[in-house]
């Protein structure tokens, strides 16, 4: 489970653990956030363990399998949501630098941990992956030529690997979040008037939880998806379909 200190990834790693399934979690520099997270899932009766990693780096990710497969035997199941959001930066004004951060966090971060997790199950059958997306990887936003290129990416890793590992059968499935109220959203947590102003934007009327999407991903990795490989499910609210209302 990368990115499972906070927000979606640690709602995600919260659901398993109650359901007695053993969590390796990520964290990127707030060891006292996950921490807090390995508390509550063995206060409920679960196993977890957390792991400082860069996933952009090929010998963090080694080295965080290497620790889940010591401790709780082959991994079967992996949740990318590690990530870093927009910066709004316009694109004459968006370094070479700065893309390369959100790409490599984003799109490199999930095929360094695929790549790995299928190692680890060479000669074996059966695993699930569920990359958390965003609606930004099929609706853009100006400002965000870094985030959504990485989104956008992700959705053809995520295709491309359902197609190469059903043999295996090791599904491979995204989940495409509209707004959450996440700490990605925090300054609309944080300001009532702008967190109005965005949920009248939202069909539904309301922003999402990170429990919300942390139950889609649960019936993802459930054996009751099993026929389910290279599928996208937007959790937005309705968000992505008012593109082009209005003209």
Same mark, same amino acid.
């Given at each position: ?14 659901? /398993? ?7 390796? /979690? ?6 006292? /956030? ?6 509550? @899932? ?6 977890? @363990? ?27 199941? %992996?949740?990318?949501?590690?990530? %870093? ?68 990416? %992700? ?5 491309? /690997? ?39 934007? @939202? ?16 019936? %993802? ?6 026929? @389910? ?19």
């Amino acid at each position: 489970m990368t990115g499972g200190e906070s927000g979606i990834g640690k709602a995600c790693a919260l659901a /398993l653990g109650r359901m007695g399934v053993p969590v390796v /979690l990520t964290y990127f520099r707030d060891e006292a /956030l996950a921490a807090s997270v390995v508390t509550q @899932i063995e206060g409920a009766g679960g196993q977890a @363990i957390a792991r400082q990693t860069d996933v952009s780096s090929e010998p963090a990710v080694d080295a965080l399998f290497t620790a889940a497969e010591t401790t709780f035997g082959p991994v079967t199941m %992996l949740v990318n949501s590690a990530g %870093l959001n927009m910066r709004g930066t316009p694109l004459a004004e968006t370094s070479l630098a700065q893309f390369d951060t959100i790409v490599r966090s984003d799109l490199y971060g999930p095929f360094l941990t695929c790549r790995r997790f299928v190692r680890g199950l060479a000669g074996r059958q059966g695993g699930r992956i569920v990359n958390i997306s965003s609606i930004h990887a099929f609706a853009p936003r100006p400002g965000a030529v870094d985030y959504d290129s990485a989104k956008g990416g %992700l959705t053809q890793l995520t295709t491309t /690997l359902a197609l190469e590992l059903a043999p295996q059968r090791i599904a491979v499935n995204a989940v495409a979040p509209g707004m959450i109220l996440t700490p990605m959203n925090q300054s609309a947590i944080d300001n009532p008037v702008e967190l109005e102003s965005k949920q009248a934007a @939202i069909p539904w009327g309301r922003a999402g939880t990170a429990e919300e999407v942390a139950e889609t991903v649960l019936f %993802l990795l459930s054996p009751t998806a099993d026929y @389910i490989t290279g599928a996208t499910l937007v959790i937005d609210g309705g968000l992505s379909l008012t593109v082009a209302q209005g003209a």
